[in-house]
C-alpha cells in the first residue's frame, strides 16, 4: 500500500481543485439479479476466450452513464482502500479490473482526492506499458474504476516466488519501465509511486504502470513539487527532504525497483522508517557480489544523490546495462514462478550488407542488410555406408535404399517364402533379389519408399490378431510434439520431440528454434538458409522470429504434449540438416504432418490418437499413441509376421492413403 508519509508532519501540498474529469456523474445503480437479459459469451469480438465461469451471474454491477452491465468475477487483488475483481462487460464481453472502493471507506476529503487525482491523471494515458484507463462511476455504495486487466499479478507477486530475477528477466522488465515513465513524463506527470506493487503484469508478462493515486502533473517547466509522498523505500532524497522534486524523483524509484528484482529487496529497505530514511539520505547502499558491473554501474546512475545527475531518461536506454547482454524478446509465464533458461549468448561478425537475390517473394527479408551467417541447403545425400553394408559389398545409395528386413518381405510378396517362417537377420541379407522394390524406392526416407513398404506390411500381415505385437524400446521417434494452426494469418507452428519450435509460414518459407533455444535457423522461400540467435536477431527477420516466440510461448502456455513418448534432446537430427516440418494439411478427420527426414505423422481428431510412421536405424517402425496418450513403437517386421489390432491396421491404412496423395503432389523423391 502506498501512503502520505510524513503528511501529518507536513504542509498540504497545493490544493487540489477537481478537475473536470467526468462529465458530470450521472446516476448509475447496481443492478440486481435477474436483469441480465444476454448470456455471456464464451469469447468477445477479439477472440479472446472468455472463461465465464469465472463471473458470478448473481453479481451484477451496472453503470448507467453509459448503459453498461458487469459481472463480478475473481478477486484480483486489495489495496488501502480499493478491492479489485474481474468485470465482465456483457456488451463487449471483454474483461477488465475493476477497482470498487466502498463510499465508507473515502469519507475523509483527502480520500476522495486520491481517486480523482488518480482518475484525472490516468484516463487519457494510452501507452502499451501503462494501464489503460476504461471508465470511472459511482452507485449508492461504491465508486468504481475500470480499468485494462492485468491478470498475472505484479512484480512483488513475482519476486515473492522467484527471490530474485535473472538479468536478462530484469532488462526485459526495465525496458518496458523506462518506455512507460518515458510516455507519463512526456505527458508532463510524475508518477512519484513507482514501486514492485505497482509494475502490473498482463497475460503477455507485458509490465503495465500502475496505480496513479500519488501522482501529480507539472504545470510549468522547471516546477518543483512540495508534497511529501511516495513509498518508504522507493522515496528520492529530495521527497524527503523536502528541496522540491519533479521527474528525477522517478528515476530515483527506478533504481530501486531495477535493485529489488536483481538482489531481492530495496537498496535502503531496514528495520525501521527511520534507519532507512537515514540510508536514502546519506545514500548508503552496497551491492552482493552476484550483481553485475553493468547492473551497478546503471543503478548508482539513477540512485545519484543529486537529482540533475540522475540519468535522462531519453537515453538510459544507450547505458551498457541495456545496449549489451540478452534481451529476451518474450518471457513465458512460467517465469513468474521459475527462473526461465536463457542461451548462451555468441556474438555473430556481421557482413556489411547483404541483399538477398529474390527477396521481393519474401516481405520478410525484402531488405536483409546484415545476415549473420548464410548457409547453402545442402542437397540431400545418403549417409556413408556402414561397415558391414560395405562388407556386404553393398555400396551408396544401393545398400542403403533396400532396408535390411525387405528381402525377406519382398520374398514373401513373391511367395518364395513360406507363410509362417520366422523373418531373421540373417534371411534378409538376401535383399538382391529385390531389384523392384529398389527401382521403386529411391531412398529409405522418401515417401515413396515409405508407402511401398506400408503397402507390403499392410498387404502381408494376419488381419484377425487381437493381441498387441513386441514392442521396440529405446528407439528415438521423430514427432511433432504439440501444434497450433495459425495458417488464416500467418503459418503453422510446431513444436517437435526433440523440443525444437518452428513455424511453417503461409509464404513456405520456414524458421526453426533449435532445442536449446539459442540459435535460430531461417529457410526463406528460395530454400537459403540463415543462422542466427535469439541474442542478435537479424533486423529483417525479427517480425518472423517475433512470431515464432509467439508460437513458442502460445504452445508452452496452452498445450500439453500430445503423448508419452520419450525422445532424447539432441538425437535426431538428420543428415542434410535439422529435423523439421516439411508439409501438412487436414482432411476432415486428422491432420497429417511430413517431416523432413521422411516421417509420416497422422493425429486423429475423434479420439486424439495418432500413429507416427518412421525410418530409424535401418528399419521402418509404427508408433501408436493411443487415447491415453500412452505410445508404444512396432517395428513393421514383427507386424508382418504377428500383425496387430484392427484399431492400428484400420489407422495405417488411412495413413497409407495420405502418404498416397503426398507422393502423388510432390513426387516421389520428397
Ligand atoms: N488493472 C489491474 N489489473 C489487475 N489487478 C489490478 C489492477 N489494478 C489493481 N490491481 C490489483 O488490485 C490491488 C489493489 O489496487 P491498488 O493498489 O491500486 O489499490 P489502492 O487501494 O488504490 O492502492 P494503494 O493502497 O496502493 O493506494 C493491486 O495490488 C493489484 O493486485
Known amino acids: 500500500m502506498s501512503v502520505d508519509i510524513l503528511s501529518t508532519k507536513l504542509p498540504p501540498g497545493p490544493t487540489f481543485t477537481y478537475p473536470n474529469i467526468i462529465a458530470p456523474m450521472k446516476e448509475t445503480r447496481t443492478a440486481r439479479p435477474g436483469i441480465i437479459t444476454r448470456r455471456p459469451r464464451e469469447s468477445n469480438k477479439d477472440g479472446v476466450n472468455v472463461n465465464i465461469s469465472n463471473f458470478d451471474p448473481n453479481y451484477i454491477i451496472y453503470d448507467s452513464s453509459t448503459d453498461t452491465t458487469y459481472l463480478r468475477g475473481r478477486l484480483l487483488g486489495k489495496g488501502g482502500f480499493a478491492r479489485c475483481y474481474e468485470l465482465l462487460d456483457l456488451n463487449t464481453n471483454k474483461v477488465y479490473a475493476g477497482k470498487i472502493i466502498a463510499k465508507s471507506r473515502i469519507a475523509k476529503p483527502h480520500q476522495k482526492q486520491k481517486i480523482l487525482r488518480e482518475v484525472e491523471l490516468q484516463k487519457d494515458l494510452k501507452h502499451k506499458h501503462v494501464v489503460e484507463f476504461h471508465s470511472y462511476f459511482e452507485d449508492e455504495e461504491n465508486v468504481y474504476i475500470v480499468l485494462e486487466n492485468c491478470n498475472r499479478k505484479s512484480l512483488v507477486h513475482m519476486l515473492k516466488h522467484r527471490k530474485t530475477l535473472t538479468e536478462p528477466e530484469v532488462r526485459y522488465f526495465m525496458t518496458q519501465l523506462v518506455e512507460g515513465i518515458k510516455y507519463i513524463h512526456r505527458s508532463n506527470i510524475i508518477h512519484r509511486d513507482l514501486k514492485l506493487g505497482n509494475m502490473l503484469l498482463n497475460d503477455d508478462m507485458q509490465l503495465k504502470i500502475a496505480d496513479f493515486g500519488l501522482a501529480t ?111 529476451p524478446s518474450f518471457l513465458s509465464v512460467s517465469c513468474c ?55 556386404a559389398g553393398m555400396s551408396g545409395s544401393l545398400g542403403r535404399n533396400t532396408p535390411d528386413y525387405l528381402a525377406p518381405v519382398q520374398s514373401k510378396h513373391n511367395g ?30 522418401s515417401a515413396s519408399n515409405l508407402l511401398d513398404v506400408l503397402s507390403t506390411c499392410l498387404d502381408h500381415m494376419p488381419k484377425d490378431v487381437h493381441h498387441n505385437p513386441e514392442t521396440v524400446m529405446d528407439l528415438t521417434v521423430p514427432w511433432v510434439t504439440k501444434w497450433v494452426d495459425y495458417s488464416n494469418k500467418y503459418g503453422f507452428g510446431f513444436q517437435l520431440a526433440n523440443d525444437s519450435i518452428g513455424v511453417l509460414f503461409n509464404d513456405t518459407s520456414r524458421i526453426l528454434l533449435s532445442p536449446d533455444g539459442r540459435s535460430i535457423q531461417y529457410f526463406d522461400v528460395t530454400g537459403k538458409t540463415y543462422a542466427y540467435t535469439t541474442d542478435d536477431v537479424l533486423d529483417d527477420l525479427e517480425k518472423k522470429t517475433t512470431l515464432l516466440m509467439y508460437f513458442a510461448k502460445y504452445m508452452d502456455e496452452h498445450l500439453i504434449q500430445g503423448g508419452n513418448l520419450e525422445c532424447s534432446k539432441d538425437s535426431i537430427d538428420i543428415a542434410s540438416g535439422p529435423l523439421c516440418l516439411k508439409k501438412w494439411f487436414r482432411t476432415t478427420k486428422a491432420i497429417v504432418l511430413y517431416l523432413s527426414d521422411g516421417t509420416l505423422q497422422v493425429n486423429f481428431f475423434d479420439d486424439h490418437t495418432k500413429i507416427i510412421l518412421s525410418y530409424q536405424r535401418n528399419d521402418y517402425f509404427v508408433t501408436f499413441i493411443d487415447e491415453e496418450r500412452s505410445a508404444n513403437t512396432y517395428s513393421m517386421v514383427h507386424l508382418i509376421q504377428d500383425g496387430c ?20 503432389i510432390e513426387g516421389a523423391y520428397i
Not at 527462473?339 to 555468441?346: E, H, I, L, N
Not at 489390432?645 to 502423388?664: P, T, Y
Open 337 to 391: 514462478t521459475n527462473a526461465p533458461r536463457f542461451p548462451v549468448y555468441t556474438k555473430f561478425n556481421r557482413p556489411k550488407s547483404y541483399v538477398v537475390p529474390d527477396a521481393q517473394h519474401d516481405p520478410a527479408v525484402e531488405r536483409i542488410t546484415s545476415p549473420i551467417k548464410e548457409l547453402e541447403i545442402q542437397p540431400r545425400h545418403e549417409p556413408t555406408p556402414t561397415k558391414r553394408e560395405k562388407s
Open 645 to 664: 489390432q484392427k484399431g492400428i491396421i484400420d489407422r495405417m491404412v488411412f495413413a497409407k492413403s495420405m502418404l498416397q496423395n503426398i507422393v502423388d
Open 416 to 445: 518364395t517364402r513360406s507363410s509362417g517362417s520366422e523373418i531373421t537377420r540373417s534371411d534378409r541379407s538376401d535383399r538382391s533379389d529385390s531389384p523392384a522394390l529398389r527401382e521403386t524406392s529411391p531412398k529409405p526416407r
Open 217 to 327: 502533473r507539472v504545470e510549468y517547466k522547471g516546477e518543483k513539487k512540495m508534497t511529501v509522498c511516495g513509498t518508504p523505500n522507493y522515496i528520492a532524497p529530495e521527497v524527503l527532504q523536502k528541496r522540491g522534486h519533479s521527474y528525477e524523483a522517478d528515476v530515483w524509484a527506478m533504481g530501486c525497483v531495477m535493485y529489488a528484482l536483481l538482489v531481492g529487496h530495496p537498496p535502503f529497505e531496514t528495520a525501521t522508517l527511520k534507519e532507512t530514511y537515514v540510508r536514502i539520505t546519506g545514500n548508503s547502499f552496497s551491492f552482493p557480489d552476484w550483481v553485475s558491473p553493468s547492473s551497478r554501474n546503471f543503478i548508482k546512475r539513477c540512485l545519484a544523490h543529486e537529482p540533475d545527475l540522475r540519468p535522462k531518461l531519453d537515453e538510459v536506454l544507450q547505458d551498457e546495462f541495456f545496449s549489451a547482454g540478452h534481451m
